[in-house]
């Protein structure tokens, strides 16, 4: 019903960029539910970083990414995008995009590795 497929996302040296894209399955879903970005480094939990609201379509984005990660949709594709710029060191986790009940969520994607070496 929601599922959600990831795709981006690699190895990039700091200071380069990448895009993640998260297709949603359900089309319902992709309009009226929130939807989020969050990630996983290593020994470390679960972070939220950018949230877009369900039917109002308010943007958030945590601290840690604030003014060099920016997230946009295609409606026509069901698709959420990350752009993520300006990319650090400790920016390298695993990435997974979600959607509705934020933040524990009801569909998440596959997750994607993303490395930033120095």
């Known amino acids: 019903q929601g599922q959600l497929v990831q795709a981006g996302g690699g190895s990039v040296q700091a200071g380069g960029s990448l895009r993640l894209s998260c297709v949603v399955s359900d089309g319902y879903v992709f309009r009226s539910c929130a939807l989020g970005w969050y990630r996983q480094a290593p020994g470390q939990e679960r972070e939220s970083i950018s949230r877009?609201?369900?039917?109002?379509?308010?943007?958030w984005y945590a601290d840690s990414v604030k003014g060099r990660f920016s997230i946009s949709q295609d409606d026509a594709k069901n698709t959420l995008y990350l752009q993520m710029n300006s990319l650090k060191t400790e920016d390298t986790a695993v990435y997974y995009c979600a959607a509705c009940r934020l933040p524990l969520g009801d569909y998440w994607g596959q997750g994607t590795q993303v490395t930033v070496s120095s």
């Open positions: 877009r609201g369900g039917y109002d379509g308010t943007i």
